[in-house]
């Protein structure tokens, strides 16, 4: 079983920065992919960034440039850097991890308001 704790989330002006940590925890996992999730109120989940095994990187169309994802496997933590944020990045932000025995464990999510 894997706990995934989330930190960083808060209120912050359009165009400032904030950076989301996730640190996974638990006994007997290894840990393929990291990713961070959002979730805005009445829209789908959206992915938003996955750092892989090999620590490549994919990020959705609409974070490109501004957002960073990055991990520290001896940490088992993952990191997401945001720059210049905007209103529509306000959601809630979920860390997924995905390990090599094939299950997918999540976090509670941490709340990002960008005001205008």
């Known amino acids: 079983q894997v706990q995934l704790a989330e930190s960083g989330g808060g209120l912050v002006q359009a165009g400032g920065s904030l950076r989301l940590s996730c640190a996974a925890s638990?006994?007997?996992?290894?840990?393929?992919?990291m990713s961070w999730f959002r979730q805005a109120p009445g829209n789908q989940r959206e992915l938003v960034a996955t750092?892989?095994?090999?620590?490549?990187?994919n990020y959705a169309d609409s974070v490109k440039g501004r957002f960073t994802i990055s991990r520290d496997n001896a940490k088992n933590t993952v990191y997401l850097q945001m720059n210049s944020l905007k209103p529509e990045d306000t959601a809630v932000y979920l860390c997924?991890?995905?390990?090599?025995?094939?299950?997918?464990?999540w976090g509670q999510g941490t709340q990002v308001t960008v005001s205008s």
């Open positions: 750092v892989f095994s090999d620590k490549s990187t």
């Open positions: 638990g006994s007997g996992f290894s840990i393929n992919t």
């Open positions: 997924s991890v995905y390990t090599w025995s094939l299950r997918r464990y």
